[in-house]
Each structure stands twice: as C-alpha cells, then as structure tokens.
T-cell receptor, first 112, second 117 residues
Framework: DAKTTQPPSMDCAEGRAANLPCNHS???????VYWYRQIHSQGPQYIIH???NNETNEMASLIITEDRKSSTLILPHATLRDTAVYYC?????????????FGTGTLLAVQP | GAGVSQSPSNKVTEKGKDVELRCDPI?????LYWYRQRLGQGLEFLIY????????KSGLPSDRFSAERTGESVSTLTIQRTQQEDSAVYLC???????????????FGNGTRLTVT
C-alpha cells in the first residue's frame, strides 16, 4: 500500500471548517484513500473513503486531486468533539489481507 | 446496532502470566483484525482473519502471541509468558465481505488495555 504523509498537528477554531491535507504521491490505480479518526481512549472510527471522485457524507467531505497524489478531508463546522488524531490511509484491494496500515496521523485540536 | 465488543476493557497481569483477550465482532462480518497500540504510538497490525482462517499473521511479534477465531465470530488473542513490553491497548476490528464498491471499512472496538507489572 502507498505511503501517506500528513502534518503532525493542526489547530482549528470551533465552528470553522477544518481542512486536513494528505499526500499519497505513490498511490496506485487500485488503491482507495480512507480516513479514520481516533478520539482519545477510543478505537479508530471510519470517516469516509474515495477512489477518484470527491465524496461527501454526514461526517465530512473528501476532495481528491485529479492526479490522485493528494487529498483533503474537510470537516465543515468543527466542534470540540472533533478533536482527535486523523489518519489518512491508502488501501489496495486483492492480495491476502486488505489490512489497513496506520501512519502517525494529524492531531487536530479544535479550539473554543 | 451492536458494535465490536472487546473484553475485558482493562487487564492487569504479572510478568510471566498468560492472558486471553476476547473480541466479539459485528454479526455477519467475515473479516476480523487485531491491532496493538502502545502508549502514544500508532496502531500496529497483528493478524487478520477471513472467516476462521488467518491468511496474514505477519504482525504477530513473537511466538508468544497467538490468535484463533471460531464460528466465523468470536476471536481470542492469547499472549503467553507476558512481558512488560506487551503493555498496550489491543484493538479488534471487523468488516463485512470485501466490496470494492463499498470499501468495507473496518469497525473498531474500544480495545483492551493490558498492563504487565
């Protein structure tokens, strides 16, 4: 699976949009981009995933560049409860596992 | 509906003892994963089950670690002769049959916090 690169930390004001970047310049054609978050003392929570089209659900939006080398997770109106570590993962299909390889993620701190 | 359930939520054990950690996945989920997270660290993959078989055990750190799954449901992670470096949160996740279109995201439990004294 392709390696992803994320900033170690970001701040965001409560009520504002949080835009979390992720670079995945070596992503291959069969790899999806997944986003998870981990709130302190909890297991990771699935947020959203996409292949090449932009995606939106009740939690967030995912914007993937046309060349698929980077993406941005957007939380449209961040709240204090969105403070968490956010993981961007490139996950391929096929093979024996389809496991997720977690990097170090971005610690998003939402400030009041 | 019910999510992934792990028990116990906390376990303190003495060095050298054996421990068993249990995972109850979401009903109908065929894939099951175990991860380990040391304090302040990221998630380390341990083992993956598809049904009752484990095609990928590549993350198990030593032969003291083993896992099994029965009835395509409950899984148990066993650590023999525990060491202090085994102290961590052990997380279990499950997902439905792989679907390229729907992505089959992993659903995680809240983990078992293991402390080896």
């Amino acid at each position: 699976d392709a390696k992803t690169t994320q900033p170690p930390s970001m701040d965001c004001a409560e009520g504002r949009a949080a835009n979390l970047p992720c670079n995945h310049s070596t992503i291959s054609g069969n790899e999806y981009v997944y986003w998870y978050r981990q709130i302190h003392s909890q297991g990771p929570q699935y947020i959203i995933h996409g292949l090449k089209n932009n995606e939106t659900n009740e939690m967030a939006s995912l914007i993937i560049t046309e060349d698929r080398k980077s993406s941005t997770l957007i939380l449209p109106h961040a709240t204090l409860r969105d403070t968490a570590v956010y993981y961007c993962i490139a996950r391929g299909y096929g093979g024996a596992t389809n496991k997720l390889i977690f990097g170090t993620g971005t610690l998003l701190a939402v400030q009041p | 509906g019910a999510g992934v359930s792990q028990s116990p939520s906390n376990k303190v054990t003495e060095k050298g003892k054996d421990v068993e950690l249990r995972c109850d996945p979401i009903s109908g989920h065929t894939a099951l994963y175990w991860y380990r997270q040391r304090l302040g660290q990221g998630l380390e993959f341990l083992i993956y089950f598809q049904g009752n078989s484990a095609p990928d055990k590549s993350g198990l750190p030593s032969d003291r670690f083993s896992a099994e799954r029965t009835g395509e449901s409950v899984s148990t992670l066993t650590i023999q002769r525990t060491q202090q470096e085994d102290s961590a949160v052990y997380l279990c996740a499950s997902s439905p049959q792989m679907s390229v279109r729907f992505g089959s995201p992993l659903h995680f439990g809240n983990g078992t916090r293991l402390t080896v004294t």
